[in-house]
Nanobody, 127 residues
């Protein structure tokens, strides 16, 4: 069963940048969708960005143009990245990576699509 582990969170001032990483191993899913979600206190978990086997990406409107999702595939490990630039106060949240079988779709920004989740990494943006 694939295990996901996020890293790279922290505290940053508004306008700054962070890069999150998520290591997925052992990773043997042939066709997959991987995603970043976030959840702020008192709010529902929301999709941030997705990427699939072919490298096709999707972004939530709130982060498009500021965040970039990417991936690196090794033999039995897949590493997911989220480069976050021009961070805003409202980007403060716990960030989770997720994955499951099948290509991403327009519905992939919904958390119910994914069966495998990491524990999350906290991102705090301050003024």
């Amino acid at each position: 069963q694939v295990q996901l582990e996020e890293s790279g969170g922290g505290s940053v001032q508004a306008g700054g940048s962070l890069r999150l990483s998520c290591t997925a191993s052992p990773y043997s899913i042939v066709r997959y969708c991987m995603a970043w979600f976030r959840q702020a206190p008192g709010k529902e978990r929301e999709g941030v960005a997705t990427i699939d086997t072919d490298g096709t990406t999707r972004y939530a409107d709130t982060v498009r143009g500021r965040f970039t999702i990417s991936q690196y595939k090794a033999k039995n490990t897949l590493t997911l990245y989220l480069q976050m630039n021009s961070l805003k106060l409202e980007d403060t949240a716990m960030y989770y990576c997720a994955t499951d079988h099948g290509d991403c779709s327009s519905a992939s920004l919904s958390p119910g699509v994914f069966g495998y989740w990491g524990q999350g990494t906290q991102v705090t943006v301050s003024s």
